[in-house]
C-alpha cells in the first residue's frame, strides 16, 4: 500500500465539514465528472484505487482528491479500508461511487441541511437515480431508491457481505429528498461482464446465508427501505423455486409496477438487470449447490477452486 496526496483543491469557504470516500478500478471515463460535481461541497475527497491501468489516479490527484492505492478483496472490505486508513477528521463521511454524480438539489439541500442535523441522527438516507442507455430509469420499482451515503464519522460501517452490503450506523436515520444519478459511460458489453461478476457474489452471499440461518442481526442499523427489500429478499424471494423467482420478479417490475412506460431503455434494462441477472444467480446457486454435494466439499473451498474468492 502507498498513498499519494495533493493539497486539494477545494478551498472554497463555504466546502461542507465532509470527506467522501470513492472506491476506484480504471474509472478514468467517469472520475472527473464525479468529483466536479464534488466541487466547492466536499471538504476532502478520498479516492482508494485498486490497481487502475488507466488514468484514474492522476485524474484524481490533479483534481485534489487525496489519492490511496490498497488491493481489492470486495467491496465491504476495500471501503472499511478507507475508513481505517485514509485518517478522516471531518463530522461528516459520505460514500459515492465513481461513475455517479450529486445533483445540483442535492448539493443545495446538504449546504442548508447538513451543519443543523440534529446531535441525535447517524445517518442520512438520499435517492438514487440510474441511467441506462442514456435514459433515467424512473418505472419499474427502481426510483426513488433510497439508500444510507452519509453518516456522521466513527457511527457508520460498510458490513461484511459479498454483495448487497450497506452501511450500517447506530442511531436516528433522516433523510434528504434530493439526487446522486448513477451515469455509466461504459457500453452493454462492460455491464454484462461486471453483472456477471456481481452475480457470482451473491450466490455466494445467498448460499452462506441458508449455510449460516442468516437473518441479519444488524438490520436495525439500516435505513427503514433497505431493511424491508432485505427481509423480502431473505423472507419471500429466497423460499421460491430457482428460475421461476427471477420470472416474477421481471413480471412484478416490468407489468406492475409500469416498466415498459421507460421505452427501448426500460424494457433492455428490465429483462437484463430484473431477469437476466436474477436468472444467472440462480444457476449459479444451482451450481454451487451441485458441486457442494459432488465433491463432499464445503462451500468455502467450492468458491476457492471455482473462483479463487476466499470466504472462509
Not at 452493454?188 to 441479519?216: C, F, P, S
Not at 429466497?238 to 406492475?256: Q, S, T
Request: with cysteine; proline share 2%.
Amino acid at each position: 500500500m502507498f498513498t499519494m496526496t495533493q493539497q486539494t483543491m477545494i478551498t472554497n469557504e463555504q466546502a461542507l465539514n465532509l470527506t467522501v470516500v470513492i472506491l476506484t478500478f480504471n474509472e478514468e471515463r467517469h472520475i472527473q465528472r464525479c468529483l466536479e460535481s464534488l466541487s466547492g461541497l466536499a471538504g476532502r475527497v478520498v479516492v482508494v484505487d485498486s490497481q487502475s491501468t488507466d488514468q484514474t489516479r492522476e485524474i484524481a490527484l490533479k483534481l485534489g482528491a487525496d489519492v490511496y492505492r490498497n488491493p481489492w478483496i470486495n467491496y465491504a472490505k476495500q471501503f472499511n479500508w478507507a475508513l481505517d486508513n485514509s485518517d478522516i477528521t471531518t463530522d461528516w463521511v459520505m460514500r459515492l461511487d465513481a461513475d455517479e454524480i450529486v445533483t445540483p438539489k442535492l448539493a443545495e439541500q446538504l449546504r442548508q441541511q447538513l451543519s443543523s442535523t440534529p446531535n441525535t441522527t447517524a445517518g442520512i438516507t438520499i435517492n438514487r437515480q440510474i441511467h441506462f442507455m442514456g435514459k433515467w430509469i424512473k418505472h419499474g420499482a427502481i426510483y426513488p431508491i433510497r439508500q444510507l451515503r452519509i453518516w456522521r464519522n466513527k457511527q457508520g460501517r460498510c458490513e461484511n457481505r459479498w454483495m448487497d452490503e450497506h452501511i450500517l450506523v447506530e442511531g436516528t436515520i433522516e433523510h434528504i429528498n434530493a439526487d446522486i444519478a448513477d451515469i455509466n459511460l461504459n457500453n452493454i458489453t462492460w455491464w454484462i461482464n461486471k453483472h456477471n461478476h456481481y452475480a457470482t457474489r451473491e450466490a455466494i452471499d445467498l448460499l452462506m446465508g441458508e449455510i449460516n440461518h442468516a437473518v441479519d442481526n444488524k438490520t436495525t442499523a439500516m435505513s427503514v427501505s433497505a431493511r424491508f427489500k432485505r427481509w423480502i429478499k431473505h423472507s419471500v424471494y429466497a423460499h421460491l423455486p430457482l428460475g421461476m423467482r427471477a420470472l416474477l420478479y421481471f413480471l412484478y417490475r416490468y407489468i406492475f409496477r409500469f416498466g415498459f412506460l421507460d421505452g427501448w431503455p426500460g424494457l433492455v434494462f428490465h429483462v437484463l438487470q430484473g431477469f437476466w441477472y436474477r436468472f444467472l444467480v440462480d444457476v449459479k446457486v444451482y451450481e454451487l449447490r451441485k458441486l457442494i454435494a459432488e465433491r463432499g466439499q464445503s462451500l468455502a473451498q467450492v468458491v476457492k477452486d471455482e473462483y479463487d474468492y476466499d470466504i472462509s
